[in-house]
Structures are given as structure tokens and as C-alpha cells.
């Protein structure tokens, strides 16, 4: 592979990066954390990273600012082709900004390419509570064709100083339809006593989405994390949690909807690395076509970790014969003295239900509608926040 990668040579800023990922290569489903998705195929891709920012001039921010939230609510940070544009995002005055040179990486493939193309990394530091919610809203742009590469690399870091509290949205869109392969990479760090309500919206049609996030907690920090998995042709989330502190705690909630070829690919690693920490991982799946989902999450506690709290569950519904799940959820418990769950359901719509609702003057179509109605209400009544269940429920 590394001839056919040639071309990517003047684009290489880490070469350290490069060559790591250059001896792991894209990793087949031989890996076992990508199990349910072989990517080999994505070294025929054109891998060039989208370099030119001097693109303003040729948009539209009338129409660009429609995919905005609304600012007298919310904090817009604006992302357009993996590059940061202050001059349209409303920031909070206690917002530092910060510059990193430098990353590691060793461990994931997808990760060290990412890491290959930068030099310099923004840090976003939140030092004090904030009265709305900041919202990341990353647009892909080809520019009505303009921009001939292809690939964008995010990466950035997020950090709440000590007993600071906020709510944050990212959202992934499309500004016009195009097939870009998008290979982000986020860290997150969440100081003592800090708590971050995070809600990840994939609302990028026909393209390629692969977000990895890397979250570490410190004493008491809580991170609550919804994630709303659609539209992408293959749409990937790796989450790595560290629980580093006792009482530290991370709940992930979501929901992902596939139709016609798609493939919604989940991966959940959390290490409960000191003992009294706590996780929570519900996810929900609704597949029909022959759309593909997969759940797979791992809980980890080395010997000695004790009274930790450890629950994985994922639910799934298959609106077709040919849609396909793969559910695992994993328990790798070494301690004693823990209280770990975890379940899996993979399924059809109950024809006695649609049958009952059927004798009660609903029709079959109206019957399913209820069902699936009530399997993705009862994941939404895990949002606490009005505002932000109402937005949820438009997109779905």
C-alpha cells in the first residue's frame, strides 16, 4: 500500500503519524474493533486533504447561515471542510482558544492519518458556565464541484476547567449533496467535578462519516453523551472513555436509523481505570432495506477496581428480511465487589401488536407507525433538555 500512497507525500505535515499508520493500514474486519466493517476499501479512495480555505467568496451565507442554529440561543462554532471559521461563529467571552503542536497516537489506524495531515490543533478551553448551548456544525462543501479533493480530517480538543458545567451539540451536514470521506478526530477532557451534556447529531447525507472520540474524566466529572446515527452511506462512531477518578461517570444514549444500503457502525470502549466509577451505554437501532447496524461496546476493569457500576444494553428492529445487526455488548471484568449488566435484542415488529391496534380501527401502515413511535420515544425521554428533545425530534 505504501507505493499507491505516494501521492499523498507533499501533503504529510507528522510523519511520525504517517508511518505508523502506514505499517497498521486501514484495518479489515480481521480487527477486532472493526469486526462489522472492513475498510481496506478505502485506500482506493483519493485520500488528498481539502487545503484551500479561500472559499468564502463562493458561498452563499445567506443560504449557509440556514444550517446555523439559532444564535440568540445557542453559541455557533462554524467548521466548513474541516477548517475552523471564526469570522462566522458566535463564541462565549470566556472562551480561551488555544494552539497544540503536537498529538500521539499509536493505537488506531484512522486516528494517525487523521494526525498525518496536521501540524497544529485548536483547544477549546471552557472556563466558566455558560448560559445556552454551543453547538460545533461541521458543513461539507464541494463548492458546486470547485473543490476537486475529496477527504477532510477535523481534529480538535475540547476542555472544562474544574466545576464547570455546559451542553454542547455537534452536528454533521451537508451544505449541498457530495460523497466526501470525512475522518475526524476529537478529544475531550472533563476536569474535576465538570459535566458535559453532549449530543451528536449525523445529519450528513451519501457521504462517508467516521468521528472518533477520545473522552477522560477526573474526580466527580460526569459526561452524558446522545447520539443520533442516519443519513451517511457509512456513517462509523468510535468512542474511548476513561474513567480516571473515583465518581467519575459517562452515559451514552442514541438511536440509529438505516434504510437502503447503509452501514451505521458503532464502537463503545470504556475503561473504569479507578474504582467507584460508573457507565452506561443505550443505544437503539431501526434498519430496513438492507441497511446494516452494528453495537459493540466493551467494559473494562483490571483486578483490584472494585465497586464500580458497569450497564450496556442495545435494542434493535429490523424493518426488512434483508436488513442486517450485529449486537455484542462485552464485559471485561476482572474485579470483585461490581454490579455490571448487559443485553441485546434483535427483532421484527410484534404482529400480535400490529394486529391489536389493527382490530382497533388503525390501518397496518398507521399500527407500525405507533410501535416504531414508542421504541424511539422511550430513548428520547432520556433528554432532559425541551429545547433540544424538540430539535431531536424534527430530524428524526
Known amino acids: 500500500m505504501d507505493e499507491k500512497l505516494k501521492y499523498l507525500d507533499p501533503f504529510i505535515k507528522d510523519k511520525k503519524s504517517w508511518q505508523f499508520f502506514l505499517h497498521q493500514k486501514f484495518p479489515s474486519n480481521k480487527v477486532e474493533e472493526y469486526k462489522y466493517l472492513d475498510l481496506r476499501f478505502l485506500s482506493k ?32 462554532f462554524v467548521y466548513i471542510n474541516g477548517d475552523f471559521f471564526e469570522c462566522l461563529s458566535k463564541l462565549p467571552k470566556s472562551l480561551k482558544i488555544n494552539r497544540v503542536k503536537e498529538k500521539k497516537e499509536k493505537k488506531i489506524a484512522l486516528k494517525n492519518l487523521n494526525l498525518a495531515f496536521k501540524d497544529k490543533f485548536l483547544e477549546f478551553h471552557f472556563t466558566q458556565n455558560l448560559n445556552k448551548p454551543v453547538a460545533f456544525i461541521h458543513i461539507n462543501t464541494n463548492l458546486e464541484n470547485r473543490i476537486k479533493q475529496k477527504s477532510i480530517y477535523t481534529n480538535y480538543n475540547i476542555c472544562l476547567a474544574k466545576d464547570v458545567k455546559i451542553s454542547m451539540i455537534d452536528k454533521f451536514v451537508n451544505y449541498k449533496k457530495n460523497d466526501f470521506f470525512n475522518n475526524n478526530a476529537f478529544d475531550i477532557f472533563l476536569a474535576a467535578n465538570s459535566y458535559l451534556k453532549h449530543y451528536i447529531l449525523q445529519e450528513s447525507e451519501d457521504n462517508l462519516q467516521f468521528n472518533h472520540y477520545k473522552i477522560d474524566l ?66 437503539k437501532g431501526i434498519l430496513d432495506d438492507s441497511s446494516k447496524g452494528s453495537f459493540y461496546a466493551s467494559s473494562i476493569a483490571k483486578r483490584g477496581v472494585s465497586k464500580i457500576e458497569a450497564k450496556q444494553l442495545n435494542k434493535n428492529i429490523l424493518l426488512n428480511k434483508q436488513a442486517i445487526c450485529f449486537s455484542r455488548p462485552e464485559l471485561l471484568i476482572k474485579a470483585d465487589d461490581v454490579k455490571c449488566s448487559h443485553g441485546s435484542t434483535i427483532g421484527y415488529l410484534d404482529c400480535d401488536a400490529i394486529f391489536y391496534l389493527q382490530t382497533r380501527g388503525f390501518s397496518q401502515e398507521a399500527a407500525k407507525h405507533i410501535l416504531l413511535k414508542a421504541f424511539v420515544d422511550e430513548i428520547l425521554e432520556k433528554i432532559d433538555d425541551e429545547n433540544i428533545k424538540e430539535l431531536i425530534e424534527k430530524i428524526i
Open 45 to 76: 479512495r483519493d485520500l488528498k486533504p481539502i487545503e484551500n480555505k479561500n472559499y468564502l467568496d463562493l458561498l452563499n451565507i445567506k443560504s449557509l447561515k440556514s444550517l446555523f442554529f439559532d444564535e440568540n440561543k445557542f453559541y455557533n
Open 218 to 283: 477526573e474526580k466527580k466529572a460526569t459526561y452524558r453523551g446522545f447520539l443520533i446515527n442516519q443519513m451517511s452511506k457509512i456513517s462509523r462512531f468510535d468512542l474511548e472513555i476513561n474513567l480516571n477518578q473515583n465518581e467519575s461517570s459517562s452515559q451514552i444514549n442514541g438511536i440509529y436509523l438505516g434504510k437502503n444500503d447503509q452501514i451505521l457502525d458503532h464502537y463503545i470502549k470504556t475503561k473504569h481505570n479507578f474504582e467507584k466509577t460508573y457507565s452506561s451505554h443505550y443505544l
